[in-house]
């Protein structure tokens, strides 16, 4: 697994597909809030559509590598968002008190992923408007991702907790190294005052999570989960979710009882372990992680899923955080064995591996799986 660079990531979209399949417009009438203002598009390509209003400096290039590579990132580890699945980005210099999102599914901002923000200068990228970009990108994975609507979770995380281990993480995949210990160093000592007084959410409950089950492949398997299990209206969740939900399906996620570490992080009531039972009953989905495990690192670091007996294609891998050409050790439980494939849909070479490989590199099948099918033996 390597760090992404900007000139790959700008170089990757513009042969992602030949010709756009929608241009943004040229200028574009704000209506929602208090916005009213004639943007101007000063940026686009397959990814994104950059605009400023007339305060903004207009030669304020970085902004344009930023967002398609923060935006980038978040569509590789979680998916698409929407047909057009573009992000457009509009900045104002000096105005309103912050940032909003909207998505594709809200016709407040014409059916498009946006993020507004307002209050800075944006003429030097400092770690205030990186942040500010991020956390309003962060939201449109929270309201949005998998083709569903609203966040559940919001009734338990609140506005910023979500963002902060998104952040974090954008900030590593993107080699921004300084700007993610700075974050780090925050959060990791910022206790809250919900659900309960000096709970620290980043050191005690996000980071253990990431760290120790996938990194992001954690966090999207979180809004999998949701979006194969929680109750829904049509393209709407239904409801929010209480703690002890919020913690079965993050348990779900890493493939792991995480009640002990819900314990330490908000605490432990008669009516959490009473929600937690009955969540467990109503969604009974297994925290088992599978009888192959698979690492994106070596040796055997940066864990990435686990996964049962079953059939692997590309797009099956992706649901579970599995990336193309992005595994460099595996550890297979006794008794069974994995087939690796060169291509998708067990095309190309092949090789079975049982037992620990601590290393792919030794074979030549270091970030070279693109399909793949975990077996148990006969007999």
């Known amino acids: 697994m390597q760090t992404i660079t900007a000139a790959l990531l700008i170089h990757l979209s513009l042969l992602s597909c030949g010709l756009l399949a929608q241009t943004p417009p040229e200028t574009w009438k704000e209506h929602w809030f208090e916005h009213n203002q004639l943007i101007k598009r000063v940026f686009y390509n397959n990814d994104i559509a950059v605009y400023f209003d ?3 400096g207009p030669s304020i290039a970085w902004l344009n590598t930023f967002v398609n590579d923060a935006w980038w990132h978040t569509k590789r580890v979680y998916g698409n968002y929407g047909t057009e699945n573009r992000l457009y980005a509009v900045f104002h210099t000096d105005k309103y008190s912050g940032g909003h999102p909207s998505t594709y599914m809200s016709s407040s901002h014409d059916n ?10 944006w003429k030097n990228g400092d770690d205030h408007e990186l942040a500010l970009i991020t956390h309003e990108i962060a939201h449109i994975v929270e309201l949005s991702s998998k083709n569903i609507g609203g966040s559940p979770a919001m009734a338990v995380w609140g506005d910023s907790k979500w963002a902060e281990i998104f952040i974090y993480d954008v900030y590593k995949y993107l080699g921004k190294n300084d700007q993610m210990q700075r974050v780090y160093n925050i959060w990791i000592n910022q206790a809250d005052d919900f659900p309960r007084a000096n709970t620290f959410w980043f050191r005690d409950w996000f980071y253990p999570i990431y760290s120790k089950y996938g990194e992001n492949a954690v966090l999207n398997r979180f809004y999998e989960q949701l979006a194969q299990y929680f109750p829904k209206n049509g393209n709407q969740y239904s409801r929010g979710m209480n703690m002890g939900e919020f913690v ?16 330490q992080a908000f605490g432990w009531t008669s009516d959490y372990d009473n929600q937690f039972r009955q969540a467990q009953s109503a969604f009974p989905f297994p925290y088992d992680a599978g009888v192959a495990k698979f690492y994106h690192g070596c040796p055997s670091t940066g864990f990435f899923a686990g996964l049962p007996v079953g059939d692997y294609r590309l797009s099956d891998m992706r649901k579970k955080g ?3 050409d992005d595994i460099s050790s595996i550890v297979v439980n006794p008794g069974y064995y994995v087939q690796l494939f060169e291509h998708d849909n067990f095309g ?18 270091n970030d070279r799986i693109s399909s793949l099918q975990v077996r148990k033996f006969a007999g």
């Open 248 to 263: 079965h399906f993050w348990s779900g996620a890493a493939g792991v009882n995480l009640k002990d570490q819900a314990t």
């Open 348 to 365: 190309g070479g092949s090789m079975r591996v049982t037992g620990t490989h601590s290393c792919l590199t030794t074979t030549g099948w």
């Open 112 to 121: 498009r992923n946006v993020i507004d923000c307002g209050p800075y200068s």
């Open 322 to 324: 599995l990336h193309n």
């Open 54 to 56: 007339d305060q903004v």
